[in-house]
Protein backbone atom coordinates (compact mmCIF):
# COMPACT_ATOMS: atom_id res chain seq x y z
CA UNK A 1 0.00 0.00 0.00
CA UNK A 2 1.40 3.44 -1.10
CA UNK A 3 -0.02 5.53 1.73
CA UNK A 4 -1.37 8.84 1.48
CA UNK A 5 0.26 10.43 -1.21
CA UNK A 6 0.57 14.49 -1.28
CA UNK A 7 2.14 16.44 -3.85
CA UNK A 8 4.24 18.80 -3.83
CA UNK A 9 6.64 18.26 -0.66
CA UNK A 10 7.38 22.01 -0.86
CA UNK A 11 6.45 25.13 -2.18
CA UNK A 12 7.71 28.39 -2.22
CA UNK A 13 5.49 30.98 -3.67
CA UNK A 14 5.11 34.78 -3.57
CA UNK A 15 2.55 36.76 -2.03
CA UNK A 16 -0.86 36.84 -3.86
CA UNK A 17 -0.34 33.77 -6.36
CA UNK A 18 -2.65 30.99 -6.26
CA UNK A 19 -1.20 27.52 -4.58
CA UNK A 20 -3.07 24.08 -5.22
CA UNK A 21 -2.23 21.29 -2.99
CA UNK A 22 -2.65 18.00 -3.65
CA UNK A 23 -3.90 14.74 -2.05
CA UNK A 24 -4.19 10.94 -2.90
CA UNK A 25 -5.82 9.21 -0.02
CA UNK A 26 -5.55 5.72 0.73
CA UNK A 27 -7.72 3.13 -1.95
CA UNK A 28 -10.73 2.08 0.01
CA UNK A 29 -10.90 4.99 2.23
CA UNK A 30 -13.94 7.26 2.35
CA UNK A 31 -13.23 9.88 4.54
CA UNK A 32 -10.25 12.53 3.70
CA UNK A 33 -8.90 15.49 6.35
CA UNK A 34 -6.89 18.26 5.60
CA UNK A 35 -4.93 20.05 8.40
CA UNK A 36 -2.78 22.95 9.10
CA UNK A 37 0.34 22.79 11.60
CA UNK A 38 2.44 25.82 12.76
CA UNK A 39 4.24 26.20 15.50
CA UNK A 40 1.70 29.04 16.75
CA UNK A 41 -1.68 27.06 16.41
CA UNK A 42 -0.68 23.45 16.75
CA UNK A 43 -2.49 21.43 14.54
CA UNK A 44 -5.63 22.44 12.91
CA UNK A 45 -8.38 20.53 11.16
CA UNK A 46 -9.44 22.64 8.27
CA UNK A 47 -12.01 20.73 6.59
CA UNK A 48 -13.15 16.70 5.93
CA UNK A 49 -14.85 14.97 3.42
CA UNK A 50 -16.89 11.92 3.79
CA UNK A 51 -17.85 9.97 0.48
CA UNK A 52 -16.33 12.83 -1.88
CA UNK A 53 -19.14 14.98 0.44
CA UNK A 54 -17.49 18.04 2.78
CA UNK A 55 -19.26 17.74 6.19
CA UNK A 56 -17.64 20.53 7.98
CA UNK A 57 -15.53 23.22 6.62
CA UNK A 58 -15.53 25.29 9.95
CA UNK A 59 -11.93 25.23 10.44
CA UNK A 60 -11.20 26.46 6.77
CA UNK A 61 -9.53 30.20 7.84
CA UNK A 62 -11.45 32.52 5.34
CA UNK A 63 -12.53 32.66 1.99
CA UNK A 64 -9.21 32.52 0.39
CA UNK A 65 -9.08 28.61 0.80
CA UNK A 66 -11.08 26.01 -0.90
CA UNK A 67 -11.17 22.55 -0.98
CA UNK A 68 -12.47 19.70 -3.57
CA UNK A 69 -12.86 16.33 -3.51
CA UNK A 70 -14.19 15.38 -7.47
CA UNK A 71 -13.81 11.73 -7.13
CA UNK A 72 -12.30 8.78 -4.25
CA UNK A 73 -8.70 8.92 -5.48
CA UNK A 74 -8.04 13.01 -5.32
CA UNK A 75 -8.60 16.31 -3.08
CA UNK A 76 -7.42 19.84 -3.41
CA UNK A 77 -7.04 22.65 -1.25
CA UNK A 78 -6.73 25.69 -2.89
CA UNK A 79 -5.37 29.44 -1.44
CA UNK A 80 -6.22 32.52 -3.84
CA UNK A 81 -4.30 34.35 -3.23
CA UNK A 82 -1.80 33.58 -1.14
CA UNK A 83 -0.30 35.22 1.66
CA UNK A 84 2.90 35.07 4.21
CA UNK A 85 0.55 34.08 6.84
CA UNK A 86 -0.65 30.82 5.24
CA UNK A 87 3.04 29.82 5.74
CA UNK A 88 2.77 26.45 7.02
CA UNK A 89 3.09 22.30 6.85
CA UNK A 90 -0.51 21.02 5.44
CA UNK A 91 -1.19 17.31 6.12
CA UNK A 92 -4.02 14.94 4.45
CA UNK A 93 -5.42 12.17 6.03
CA UNK A 94 -7.82 9.57 4.96
CA UNK A 95 -9.83 6.88 6.81
CA UNK A 96 -11.75 3.96 6.29
CA UNK A 97 -15.16 4.35 8.05
CA UNK A 98 -18.39 1.93 7.88
CA UNK A 99 -15.59 -1.07 9.70
CA UNK A 100 -16.17 -1.84 13.54
CA UNK A 101 -14.57 0.14 15.66
CA UNK A 102 -12.74 3.18 15.50
CA UNK A 103 -11.03 3.91 12.14
CA UNK A 104 -7.34 4.79 12.37
CA UNK A 105 -6.54 8.20 10.39
CA UNK A 106 -3.69 7.60 8.37
CA UNK A 107 -1.40 10.82 7.43
CA UNK A 108 0.27 11.82 4.45
CA UNK A 109 3.92 13.13 4.46
CA UNK A 110 2.34 16.58 4.49
CA UNK A 111 3.05 19.60 2.27
CA UNK A 112 5.57 22.63 3.38
CA UNK A 113 3.97 25.89 2.31
CA UNK A 114 6.37 29.18 2.53
CA UNK A 115 4.40 31.98 1.15
CA UNK A 116 7.05 35.03 0.38
CA UNK B 1 -16.83 21.81 23.81
CA UNK B 2 -14.62 19.13 23.53
CA UNK B 3 -10.55 19.40 23.88
CA UNK B 4 -7.29 17.92 24.99
CA UNK B 5 -4.56 19.77 27.26
CA UNK B 6 -1.05 17.89 27.00
CA UNK B 7 1.74 18.94 29.55
CA UNK B 8 4.07 21.67 27.92
CA UNK B 9 7.23 20.67 26.31
CA UNK B 10 9.76 20.40 25.21
CA UNK B 11 10.51 17.55 27.32
CA UNK B 12 14.78 16.09 27.45
CA UNK B 13 15.50 12.40 28.89
CA UNK B 14 18.54 10.46 28.91
CA UNK B 15 18.70 7.51 26.99
CA UNK B 16 16.91 4.40 29.01
CA UNK B 17 14.62 7.36 31.48
CA UNK B 18 11.38 6.62 32.07
CA UNK B 19 8.99 8.64 30.40
CA UNK B 20 5.50 10.05 30.77
CA UNK B 21 3.44 12.83 29.02
CA UNK B 22 0.07 13.85 30.87
CA UNK B 23 -2.89 14.37 28.69
CA UNK B 24 -6.02 15.28 29.96
CA UNK B 25 -9.33 15.70 28.22
CA UNK B 26 -12.76 17.33 28.03
CA UNK B 27 -15.64 15.52 25.88
CA UNK B 28 -19.39 15.56 26.14
CA UNK B 29 -19.78 11.94 25.07
CA UNK B 30 -17.64 8.94 25.53
CA UNK B 31 -14.56 9.38 23.36
CA UNK B 32 -12.01 7.15 21.86
CA UNK B 33 -8.57 8.48 22.81
CA UNK B 34 -5.30 8.40 20.95
CA UNK B 35 -1.60 9.04 21.08
CA UNK B 36 -0.15 9.49 17.52
CA UNK B 37 3.60 10.35 17.40
CA UNK B 38 5.42 12.70 14.60
CA UNK B 39 8.99 11.99 13.78
CA UNK B 40 11.01 14.89 12.10
CA UNK B 41 10.04 15.56 8.84
CA UNK B 42 6.86 13.09 8.49
CA UNK B 43 3.27 12.77 9.00
CA UNK B 44 1.59 11.81 12.28
CA UNK B 45 1.59 7.78 12.78
CA UNK B 46 -1.36 6.27 15.37
CA UNK B 47 0.99 5.08 17.92
CA UNK B 48 -1.87 3.74 20.37
CA UNK B 49 -5.52 3.68 20.94
CA UNK B 50 -8.20 3.09 23.75
CA UNK B 51 -11.76 2.70 22.90
CA UNK B 52 -13.50 2.52 26.45
CA UNK B 53 -13.07 2.89 30.14
CA UNK B 54 -9.95 0.96 31.88
CA UNK B 55 -8.73 0.03 28.35
CA UNK B 56 -4.85 -0.27 27.94
CA UNK B 57 -3.50 0.77 25.17
CA UNK B 58 0.08 -0.13 23.90
CA UNK B 59 2.70 -0.32 20.92
CA UNK B 60 6.57 -0.31 20.82
CA UNK B 61 7.01 0.12 24.30
CA UNK B 62 4.54 2.80 24.70
CA UNK B 63 1.28 2.41 27.14
CA UNK B 64 -1.44 4.48 28.27
CA UNK B 65 -4.54 3.40 30.29
CA UNK B 66 -7.99 5.02 29.99
CA UNK B 67 -9.14 6.90 32.76
CA UNK B 68 -12.59 8.07 33.31
CA UNK B 69 -12.62 8.66 36.30
CA UNK B 70 -9.78 11.52 35.76
CA UNK B 71 -10.48 11.90 32.09
CA UNK B 72 -6.56 11.44 31.66
CA UNK B 73 -4.92 8.87 28.98
CA UNK B 74 -0.74 9.69 30.25
CA UNK B 75 1.38 7.94 27.81
CA UNK B 76 4.56 5.81 29.87
CA UNK B 77 7.69 4.19 28.79
CA UNK B 78 10.18 2.41 30.86
CA UNK B 79 12.81 2.84 28.90
CA UNK B 80 13.73 5.85 26.62
CA UNK B 81 15.87 5.33 23.64
CA UNK B 82 17.39 7.95 20.89
CA UNK B 83 14.77 7.17 18.16
CA UNK B 84 11.81 8.08 20.38
CA UNK B 85 12.43 11.42 20.06
CA UNK B 86 9.39 13.01 18.38
CA UNK B 87 6.70 14.73 19.06
CA UNK B 88 3.67 13.14 20.67
CA UNK B 89 -0.32 14.02 20.17
CA UNK B 90 -2.84 13.14 22.49
CA UNK B 91 -6.28 12.97 20.69
CA UNK B 92 -9.90 11.99 21.15
CA UNK B 93 -12.70 11.21 19.23
CA UNK B 94 -16.42 11.30 20.24
CA UNK B 95 -18.28 10.35 17.11
CA UNK B 96 -16.68 7.46 15.35
CA UNK B 97 -19.26 8.01 12.54
CA UNK B 98 -17.47 11.31 10.91
CA UNK B 99 -13.86 10.29 12.47
CA UNK B 100 -12.99 13.89 13.78
CA UNK B 101 -9.67 13.85 15.84
CA UNK B 102 -9.03 16.60 18.06
CA UNK B 103 -6.09 17.40 19.20
CA UNK B 104 -3.78 18.31 21.85
CA UNK B 105 -0.59 20.88 21.30
CA UNK B 106 2.04 17.84 21.02
CA UNK B 107 4.77 17.52 23.42
CA UNK B 108 8.15 17.68 22.08
CA UNK B 109 10.66 14.57 23.59
CA UNK B 110 13.81 14.77 23.16
CA UNK B 111 16.44 11.67 24.14
CA UNK B 112 19.76 12.26 24.70
CA UNK B 113 22.52 9.25 24.31
Known amino acids: DAGVIQSPRHEVTEMGQEVTLRCKPISGHNSLFWYRQTMMRGLELLIY????????DSGMPEDRFSAKMPNASFSTLKIQPSEPRDSAVYFCASRRTGTSGVGEQFFGPGTRLTVL | GDSVTQMEGPVTLSEEAFLTINCTYT??????LFWYVQYPGEGLQLLLK?????DKGSNKGFEATYRKETTSFHLEKGSVQVSDSAVYFC????????????FGQGTTLQVKP
Open chain 2, 91 to 102: ALIVSSNTGKLI
Open chain 2, 27 to 32: ATGYPS
Open chain 1, 49 to 56: FNNNVPID
Open chain 2, 50 to 54: ATKAD
